[in-house]
């Protein structure tokens, strides 16, 4: 069963008088109407002028009223005459969420139930407002109509009100404190804050649409009252008299405000007609009832196993690429400290055989310099007379063998020690080179063994999102007619293990399945037929029509936008 949110359609459902209600605020509710007032808009004439609309309303034929309406509704949201009833709805709802602050680019169900929760919330806060703004009197008045309203109200309303207050027997005092914890559980509820007389017009939605329609509660006091009566504030503490144009000019300004309250009335209004024809629909049909103000349902149990089954076989497999790399890491360690150890061998052979060269060339001058000195002694001995130059060459050459062989002893010790040094750091690479090649050898081992792991897992893994692919096509297949998914949604959905995120994407694709789809809803994506729509926040899905079907073509979170609008500009969907 496809659902449309047409909201002109669910209003005309509405009793006359509920329709008469929103027209007389709709047409009362103007500059140019109230102006009629000055210098003194009482509530009593405020009153008057309402109820002189909603008597005209309705004494015109049942089609006029339906004109009348939508011609009001029409000039509110500043729409033609010729736009669609679908067109006008999509104004009303966009207008509903731009008062509470509600993104407008996800499925028409999805807004539409978020949209009736904010409203309730905001409608239960206006009435508790104004409960506790109240004087003694008016209060002694409400307490007694909500005591009236549970004496009257079928027997099994009553009892879902208590056991929401959890007492053996529902009172007055009870139901304002149920009342109390819905709204202080609300969340997200978006608190009224507009004109001094908002939170009232909404209140007097609560009680003619919310208490009467939704929980069958009929309260002993209507709209157009409440309306005259909290209207009189345009009077202030001083009056419009004093005011003049001044505050002419104040109303002016806020009378877009004011056209939200109103349109966001005329939303709710329908919203909750739309929903009780919707539950209808499907209490008839003993279908799945798609729109209840409930927490999503958990996933099921196949699914859930094997989303859990695919986290662990996940995790396993990040634990064996971690265990890998570790191991990847000792191997590479094992070879720099073999490396660094054959590096300093080679130093110390460098260093030995620098200090051996050395020495030869000490060698060779002391054995020059000996044969210099002999061959000075030689000389001498065959000089008859002393020659004090071969004694002083002499003297030098003594002293240069000397000083070779000095030099020549200390280069050997050095030599001596850097041999020493280079059979220990022989000695250390030898060590070092069997240790190494054991610790790779093992590690390789390990290596081999978590690559095995690795590739079982991966292959696993791979099984696993395979079945969870075809799980998906065929639930999806099953439940939703009116919505196809394309690989890449479908692989979103296997890679996924977010059962929260999951639930979101299901919930969102069952309400675009549920959806009579207007073609401009959600977001365009530029040059493309595709259209974006958001859920869990950060997350977007394009999709696009064919026909009657919704393909859902990608789903991606929003830092990843940029990659997938340009994938979509890529594709030649038409």
Same mark, same amino acid.
């Given at each position: 069963?496809?659902?449309?949110?047409?909201?002109?359609?669910?209003?005309?459902?509405?009793?006359?008088?509920?329709?008469?209600?929103?027209?007389?605020? =709709?047409?009362?509710?103007? !500059?140019?109407?109230?102006?009629?007032?000055?210098?003194?808009?009482?509530?009593?004439?405020?009153?008057?002028?309402?109820?002189?609309? /909603?008597?005209?309303? #309705?004494?015109?034929?049942?089609?006029?009223?339906?004109?009348? =309406?939508?011609?009001?509704?029409?000039?509110?949201?500043?729409?033609?005459?010729?736009?669609?009833?679908?067109?006008?709805?999509?104004?009303?709802?966009?207008?509903?969420?731009?008062?509470?602050?509600?993104?407008?680019?996800?499925?028409?169900?999805?807004?539409?139930?978020?949209?009736?929760?904010?409203?309730?919330? @905001?409608?239960?806060?206006?009435?508790?407002?104004?409960?506790?703004?109240?004087?003694?009197?008016?209060?002694?008045?409400?307490?007694?109509?909500?005591?009236?309203?549970?004496?009257?109200?079928?027997?099994?309303?009553?009892?879902?009100?208590? /056991?929401?207050?959890?007492?053996?027997?529902?009172?007055?005092?009870?139901?304002?404190?149920?009342?109390?914890?819905?709204?202080?559980?609300?969340?997200?509820?978006?608190?009224?804050?507009?004109?001094?007389?908002?939170?009232?017009?909404?209140?007097?939605?609560? *009680?003619?649409?919310?208490?009467?329609?939704? #929980?069958?509660?009929?309260?002993?006091?209507?709209?157009?009252?409440?309306?005259?009566?909290?209207? @009189?504030?345009?009077?202030?503490?001083?009056?419009?008299?004093?005011?003049?144009?001044?505050?002419?000019?104040?109303?002016?300004?806020?009378?877009?405000?004011?056209?939200?309250?109103?349109?966001?009335?005329?939303? !709710?209004?329908?919203?909750?007609?739309?929903?009780?024809?919707?539950?209808?629909?499907?209490?008839?049909?003993?279908?799945?009832?798609?729109?209840?103000? @409930?927490?999503?349902?958990?996933?099921?149990?196949?699914?859930?196993?094997?989303?859990?089954?695919?986290?662990?076989?996940?995790?396993?497999?990040?634990?064996?690429?971690?265990? #890998?790399?570790?191991?990847?890491?000792?191997?590479?360690?094992?070879?720099?400290? /073999?490396?660094?150890?054959?590096?300093?061998?080679?130093?110390?052979?460098?260093?030995?055989?620098?200090?051996?060269?050395?020495?030869?060339?000490?060698?060779?001058?002391?054995?020059?310099?000996?044969?210099?000195?002999?061959?000075?002694?030689?000389?001498?001995?065959?000089?008859?007379?002393?020659?004090?130059?071969?004694?002083?060459?002499?003297?030098?050459?003594?002293?240069?063998?000397?000083? #070779?062989?000095?030099?020549? =002893?200390?280069?050997?010790?050095?030599?001596?020690?850097?041999?020493?040094?280079?059979?220990?750091?022989?000695?250390?690479?030898?060590?070092?080179?069997?240790?190494?090649?054991?610790? *790779?050898?093992?590690?390789?081992?390990?290596?081999?063994?978590?690559?095995?792991?690795?590739?079982?897992?991966?292959?696993?893994?791979?099984?696993?999102?395979?079945?969870?692919?075809?799980?998906?096509?065929?639930?999806?297949?099953?439940?939703?007619?009116?919505?196809?998914?394309?690989?890449?949604? !479908?692989?979103?959905?296997?890679?996924?293990?977010?059962?929260?995120?999951?639930?979101?994407?299901?919930?969102? *694709?069952?309400?675009?399945?549920? @959806?009579?789809?207007?073609?401009?809803?959600?977001?365009?994506?530029?040059?493309?037929?595709?259209?974006?729509?958001?859920?869990?926040?950060?997350?977007?899905?394009?999709?696009? =029509?064919?026909?009657?079907?919704?393909?859902?073509?990608?789903?991606?979170? /929003?830092?990843?936008?940029?990659?997938?609008?340009?994938?979509?500009?890529?594709?030649?969907?038409?």
């Amino acid at each position: 069963m496809q659902v449309s949110t047409n909201l002109v359609k669910a209003l005309s459902h509405c009793s006359a008088d509920e329709q008469a209600a929103l027209a007389a605020l =709709l047409d009362t509710l103007q !500059l140019t109407k109230l102006l009629r007032l000055l210098p003194f808009p009482t509530a009593e004439r405020i009153a008057s002028l309402i109820k002189e609309s /909603k008597d005209k309303f #309705l004494n015109l034929h049942p089609e006029q009223r339906q004109r009348f =309406l939508f011609t009001e509704i029409v000039r509110r949201t500043k729409a033609s005459a010729y736009n669609s009833e679908e067109e006008i709805s999509l104004l009303l709802l966009q207008k509903a969420a731009q008062k509470y602050g509600v993104d407008v680019a996800q499925p028409p169900l999805s807004l539409a139930r978020e949209l009736l929760h904010h409203g309730l919330l @905001s409608l239960l806060k206006g009435y508790l407002d104004s409960y506790e703004k109240a004087d003694e009197i008016r209060r002694r008045e409400m307490y007694k109509q909500v005591e009236e309203a549970l004496r009257t109200s079928p027997s099994q309303v009553v009892e879902e009100l208590r /056991k929401m207050s959890g007492v053996e027997k529902i009172t007055a005092d009870t139901l304002i404190a149920v009342m109390k914890r819905i709204v202080e559980g609300g969340g997200a509820m978006i608190f009224i804050n507009s004109l001094g007389f908002s939170v009232y017009i909404a209140l007097s939605t609560f *009680i003619h649409t919310v208490f009467t329609t939704l #929980l069958g509660i009929t309260l002993p006091f209507g709209v157009y009252t409440t309306a005259s009566t909290v209207l @009189s504030v345009l009077t202030g503490p001083v009056g419009w008299g004093l005011l003049g144009t001044m505050a002419v000019l104040m109303f002016g300004y806020q009378g877009n405000r004011l056209n939200l309250e109103l349109l966001n009335m005329v939303t !709710l209004s329908a919203l909750l007609r739309w929903y009780q024809e919707i539950h209808e629909q499907q209490e008839m049909a003993q279908e799945r009832a798609i729109l209840l103000l @409930s927490q999503d349902d958990p996933l099921p149990l196949p699914v859930k196993e094997r989303v859990t089954l695919f986290a662990q076989v996940r995790q396993t497999l990040q634990q064996a690429e971690k265990q #890998l790399v570790d191991v990847q890491t000792q191997i590479q360690k094992a070879h720099q400290r /073999k490396d660094k150890q054959q590096q300093q061998y080679m130093l110390a052979v460098k260093r030995r055989d620098s200090l051996q060269a050395q020495t030869q060339n000490l060698e060779s001058e002391l054995q020059r310099a000996t044969n210099s000195r002999n061959d000075i002694r030689k000389k001498l001995e065959r000089v008859v007379q002393e020659n004090s130059t071969l004694h002083l060459q002499l003297s030098f050459a003594e002293s240069e063998v000397h000083r #070779l062989k000095e030099e020549l =002893l200390a280069s050997m010790q050095l030599m001596e020690e850097a041999e020493n040094r280079r059979l220990r750091a022989e000695k250390e690479l030898e060590e070092v080179a069997a240790w190494a090649e054991k610790q *790779i050898q093992q590690l390789q081992e390990q290596k081999t063994q978590a690559e095995q792991t690795i590739s079982m897992l991966r292959e696993q893994l791979h099984n696993i999102r395979t079945r969870r692919k075809e799980d998906y096509h065929h639930r999806f297949q099953r439940l939703m007619a009116y919505v196809q998914l394309d690989e890449k949604a !479908l692989e979103w959905f296997a890679e996924q293990t977010d059962e929260n995120l999951l639930l979101a994407a299901e919930r969102v *694709i069952l309400d675009l399945n549920y @959806s009579v789809y207007p073609p401009n809803w959600g977001k365009s994506i530029t040059g493309t037929c595709f259209r974006e729509i958001h859920f869990a926040k950060d997350y977007r899905l394009y999709f696009y =029509l064919r026909g009657t079907s919704k393909i859902v073509a990608l789903i991606g979170h /929003k830092s990843e936008q940029k990659q997938h609008i340009h994938w979509l500009q890529q594709q030649r969907i038409h």
